[in-house]
């Protein structure tokens, strides 16, 4: 899954490889920050092939998953050595019925986010 808003605007899903390009700058997820990056893109995977969003237990291990409203949000497990996440959280806002992607928010530390939103 490729995500390009701009050539310096990017967030690459290849396999267990999470790459986000802002700027000059480019970071390639590890460990528990890789972990959160999976359950999103299985996560938006369920949502852009009709599903609801809803993945097992399975799926989402190592992480958890709230609802509210039409938000997403994909957490840590508490054991997550938080000093060591690149982000901190990512918020799915979607259109369920639709099967449509409005934004994805991920939180970093602080009060830092960088906010990807779709165009319809």
């Known amino acids: 899954m490729s995500m390009i808003f701009s050539p310096t605007d990017q967030m690459l899903m290849e396999g267990s490889v999470y790459t986000v390009v802002q700027g000059n700058r480019k970071s390639v997820a590890k460990g528990e920050t890789a972990i959160l990056f999976g359950v999103l893109q299985r996560v938006v995977d369920n949502l852009l092939s009709g599903g609801d969003g809803n993945i097992s237990d399975a799926e989402s291990k ?59």
Request: hydrophobic fraction near 35%; aromatic fraction near 8%.
């Open 62 to 120: 190592g992480s958890v998953i709230t609802r509210n409203g039409n938000a997403i949000i994909i957490s840590p497990e508490v054991t997550a050595k938080k000093k060591r996440l690149l982000f901190s959280s990512f918020e799915i806002t979607a259109d369920v019925k639709k099967h449509r992607l409005i934004s994805i928010k991920m939180n970093g530390k602080g009060q830092n986010y960088t906010l990807y939103t779709f165009p319809n």
